[in-house]
């Protein structure tokens, strides 16, 4: 079973957790490692002859349009992670597309390829801002992963597919959906194979759920991470402690995890993976 691998290209400050403490308007005082950190990741991919989807922030393309083009001319897939990583659900409609447009400009003028999967930051597409969809699919979109269908304060839809689907737009059209990945315990989807929880939970446990998804529920998995969490050496942001531990917990364990899951499992970008699921599921 092939599963997709994910990147959010974004620096260490842009998160949600620090942005009641990081202005946006105070980004660029921050030092920036996320080129440096995006290309350990680059080479740890090439050493292991391993592509992904990278969903790179607008701003950070802006900024690294070179760095943009490496990530492409490597082999990955370029997805779009919206402008100024604002939550979807702070914002309204037209600042939603203004936004993507913007973040889709940028993306396309670094690489010269035209962009059609989306990430929201954060996640943050949940039931009040479904109308995002709609937005995406006016725009040209044909892969999202903005859906989480999980309980959190941040995110998620509880109740929605846990697997790759068609997502129905209006006047009969679709975009593809590819959530990120859940177990099923006790009634409840718990998450298991990105971010926070990649680092939170052992190694071991984060193998069982994708062997679990591959070979029990026959689906693909996905996992995705940050630059910024293969990174123990960043600089340290004053911030509440539960913020603090979701974005600086484990930060070492992060780049051996991912190096063991390169090799004991099959990986390849979202959409070739969307690709495969929903043409055997039809």
């Keep these: 079973m092939v599963n997709a691998l994910t990147v959010d290209v974004e620096d260490y400050f842009h998160v949600h957790a620090f942005a009641g403490v ?4 105070d980004w660029d005082h ?3 490692r996320v080129e440096m950190n995006t290309r350990r990741l ?3 991919l090439a050493a292991r002859a391993v592509h992904a989807t990278f969903f790179v922030l607008g701003w950070v393309a802006q900024r690294c349009p070179v760095l943009t083009r490496e990530i492409l001319s490597a082999g990955h897939q370029i997805g779009c992670h919206g402008y100024g990583h604002k939550v979807l659900y702070q914002g309204n409609r037209t600042e939603f597309r203004n936004d993507l447009r913007r973040a889709k400009g940028v993306i396309e003028d670094a690489t010269g390829v035209e962009v059609k ?3 929201a930051p954060s996640y943050s597409i949940t039931k009040k801002t479904l109308w995002a969809l709609e937005i995406l699919g006016e725009e040209g979109f044909e892969n999202d992963s903005s859906i989480f269908p999980v309980i959190h304060d941040y995110y998620g839809i509880a109740d929605a597919p846990r697997f790759p689907h068609f997502q129905g737009l209006g006047g009969g059209r679709q975009i593809r959906e590819f959530p990120p990945s859940t177990v099923r315990v006790w009634g409840m989807n718990l998450p298991v ?7 939170l939970l052992p190694y071991g446990v984060t193998a069982w759920a994708i062997r679990h998804i591959n070979e029990q529920e026959k689906q693909p998995a996905m996992v995705y991470l940050h630059p910024w969490e293969i990174d123990p050496d960043q600089p340290r942001i004053s911030a509440p402690w539960r913020s603090r531990f979701r974005h600086y917990q484990n930060l070492d364990s992060t780049a051996p995890k991912i190096l063991r ?3 004991e ?5 979202m959409e070739q993976v969307l690709g495969l699921a929903l043409t055997h599921e039809n």
């Design 30 to 32: 921050y030092p920036s």
């Design 117 to 119: 999967s989306y990430r």
């Design 261 to 263: 899951l390169l090799e």
């Design 265 to 269: 499992f099959s990986w390849a970008p």
């Design 22 to 25: 990081v202005p946006r308007h």
């Design 193 to 199: 194979a990105g971010g926070g929880y990649l680092r």
């Design 42 to 44: 680059l080479d740890m």
